[in-house]
């Protein structure tokens, strides 16, 4: 099998699909600290079928990101095929992903992300249809579970399928975002289709846990991480260094500050001032922990522009 996939260097680390959060600047931003490959936030296949301007904005790129997937989510496989050649002429990104892994109750209650895991004849029409309208190459997000449908049961029914990839969120449909994470069921996922790349998913926030579990699960090609990097997209050079040379660079201050401004300034460069608005949740994300957070809290809260950003953060002592 041969795609960008298949050429990147092992363990894969990649910034796991947020919606709300990994848009270009996040990507970037997560590119120029480590980061392997990149997700989009979910995209809606019917909104690409109907009305696509919008979503085509939502999922943009800069070329620096590559190799950078478009995630799409939905359940109908004749939006999926045309949403498929859209993305693919449109955006042309490396790779176009497919979410069969979203619990939330606005996507799940229309039959999309997770709901899709029972669904067998659907999914593997899906999956079809997105891989005969793309020269792309596919990957999917599945969950370790949902109800009697396990992870490895719905890898079984579609294993013959030419997809090139998977991440696996080792927390069941049951599990939401806190239960436990069962990452031997990702290293099984491998055993069934050893030619296919496998993502593990779910709860790494540090370069130790992460080098521990590629440790006892050798198997996995790498690993998705989503919360983990909130206010920490260095977190996957650290993860890099750890397993490298077995120590980590410290982020002070300092350090922190010159990524926040960063990020503040590829948001307001891709989305003025909207992105002065989004910036202020990823501002008390970078400073959380810090002594004072809270009062700085308040002031990051209340930013308007890149001026304001460094004059609140030139004030801490
Ligand atoms: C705010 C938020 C938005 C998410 N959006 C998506 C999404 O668009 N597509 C998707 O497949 N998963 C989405 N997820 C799930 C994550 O990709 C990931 O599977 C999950 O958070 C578990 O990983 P973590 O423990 O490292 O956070 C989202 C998670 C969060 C917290």
């Known amino acids: 099998m041969k795609s960008f996939w298949h050429k990147l260097n092992r ?10 959060i990994t848009d270009s600047a996040m990507r970037q931003i997560c590119r120029e600290y480590g980061a392997d490959v990149v997700y989009s936030e979910m995209a809606s296949v019917s ?9 085509l904005a939502l999922v943009k790129f800069n070329r620096k990101e590559r190799p950078y997937v478009v ?62 309208n793309t020269t792309l190459p596919v990957s999917i997000k599945i969950r370790a579970g949902l109800r009697e449908m396990s992870a490895l049961h719905f890898i079984e029914n579609i294993k013959d399928l030419p997809f090139y990839a998977v991440m696996i969120h080792g927390r069941t449909y049951e599990g939401s975002f806190s239960g436990v994470v069962d990452f031997k069921i990702v290293e099984e ?19 130790v846990q992460a080098a521990k579990i590629l440790e006892d699960y050798p198997l996995l090609d790498g690993l ?35 990524i926040a401004i960063r990020h503040a300034e590829l ?36 930013v308007k522009s890149i001026g304001e950003i460094k004059k609140v953060l030139s004030s801490v002592k």
């Open 47 to 55: 909104a690409l079928y109907f009305k696509p301007e919008k979503t």
């Open 189 to 207: 996922i491998k055993k069934i289709i050893p030619q296919k790349i496998v993502l593990a998913n779910g709860g790494i926030t540090n370069p």
């Open 267 to 302: 948001l307001y460069k891709n989305k003025k001032r909207f992105g002065m608005l989004e910036i202020r949740k990823h501002l008390v994300w970078y400073f959380k922990g810090f002594p004072g957070a809270a009062e700085l809290r308040k002031k990051l809260v209340q």
């Open 224 to 258: 998705g991480v989503a919360r983990g990097v909130l206010g920490k997209p260095y977190l996957f050079s650290q993860i890099k260094e750890f397993l490298k040379k077995g120590k980590r660079t410290e982020y002070n201050f300092k350090k922190i500050k010159k």
């Open 71 to 132: 995630q799409l989510f939905g359940n109908n496989p004749e939006h999926f095929a045309k949403a498929a050649q859209i993305i693919t002429k449109s955006i042309k990104p490396d790779g176009i992903d497919i979410n069969f892994g979203c619990p939330a109750k606005k996507v799940f209650s229309h039959g999309s992300g997770c709901a899709l895991m029972p669904q067998k004849e659907l999914a593997r029409k899906i999956i079809l249809a997105v891989c005969e």
């Open 11 to 20: 363990s894969i680390l990649a910034l796991a699909p947020m919606a709300g």
